[in-house]
């Protein structure tokens, strides 16, 4: 899935195509009561951002840049996006 399909689908398919299938980067505080948790999928980076931790999505920003992680890179575990690259692919 491309970075204009995933755009497609509905904010429900969205979060569970990210929760399902989404990499895990990292997470940050921003405010008090916000956090933004990053994902990689697809060859493209996701920043959900709560107002409660998992309990209320307030935005659901996307990106095929890097620069959208950098202050994420000192934190990422780089084994699992390097198994993601390299593991075999099924075609559907």
Known sequence: MNISAFQ?????EQITEIYQKGVFIGKRK??????????????FYIQLSYEIYRKYIVQLLICDNVKFIEPMLPLINIDEILN???SPKTIK
Not at 8 to 12: E, I, M, P
Not at 30 to 43: A, E, N
């Open 30 to 43: 921003f405010r008090q009561s916000h956090i933004k948790i990053y994902y990689q999928l697809y060859g």
């Open 8 to 12: 497609l689908l509905s904010r429900n």
């Open 84 to 86: 993601y690259i390299t």
